[in-house]
């Protein structure tokens, strides 16, 4: 079975640009996962989809990021435009259904998008 | 204040050695106490969790959870060269719109050495 894709793996992108990152899931799991990591810093939540619709979007961190879903598969994350602070690596994850009571549905990270923005 | 607070090490350690990890956290919602491990150049990969307050051994590996202190640990036994990576705290709460949110403590660097 194949795990959580990620692409591209590294992206150098100048200050305005914009950069769209892509997440495929491991087939079947409906939950899908954005997370980054900048320099120095732990890794952070930004939102949360549950097949196509947002369950949960506080992380991101301003309107300059857009994410999607379209028919519950892939992801797409897009940087527009973007900024210094952007550079990181970005990681996405996925899981089966939503958890029930005491069973936990592991998160299964991608090897991330390493962004930076010069 | 950051939710999770973990030291980030570096941390390094003879082969056999027991190594204590640990994080501390401030949000009393979270239920789920999950441990991954992030070998360079890699998305961070479950090791072990634990639900609620208790013990959980998995082979060399012992995760603790204090509900009471909000103190998170992992014990290594016998640690391995193979064992040298980063390892991140990253607990969740249950129920609710952050369900899946996973919040990373900012990680120990582990260098086990023959």
């Known amino acids: 079975e194949a795990g959580v894709t990620q692409f591209p793996s590294h992206s150098v992108i100048e200050k305005g640009q914009t950069v769209t990152l892509r997440c495929d899931p491991i087939?079947?799991?409906?939950?899908l996962y954005w997370y980054r990591r900048v320099m120095g810093k732990e890794i952070k939540f930004l939102l949360h989809?549950?097949?196509?619709?947002?369950?949960?979007e506080s992380g991101m961190p301003n309107n300059r990021f857009l994410a999607e879903r379209t028919g519950g598969t892939y992801s797409t994350l897009k940087v527009q435009p973007a900024e210094l602070e952007d550079s990181g690596v970005y990681f996405c994850a996925s899981s089966q259904d939503r958890e029930l009571q005491g069973i936990h549905y592991e998160q299964y990270f991608g090897p991330g998008t390493r962004l930076t923005v010069t | 204040q950051k939710e999770v607070e973990q030291d980030p090490g570096p941390l390094s350690v003879p082969e056999g050695a027991i190594v204590s990890l640990n994080c501390t956290y401030s949000n009393s919602a979270f239920q789920y106490f999950m441990w991954y491990r992030q070998y360079s150049r890699k998305g961070p990969e479950l090791l072990m969790y634990?639900?609620?307050?208790g013990n959980k051994e998995d082979g060399r590996f012992t995760a603790q959870v204090d509900k009471s202190s909000k103190y998170i640990s992992l014990f290594i036994r016998d640690s391995q060269p193979s064992d040298s990576a980063t390892y991140l705290c990253a607990p969740r709460e249950v129920g609710g719109t952050s369900y899946g949110k996973l919040t990373f403590g900012q990680g120990t660097i582990l260098t086990v050495h023959p």
């Open positions: 989809f549950v097949k196509e619709s947002k369950q949960d």
């Open positions: 634990t639900y609620s307050s």
């Open positions: 087939s079947g799991h409906d939950n």
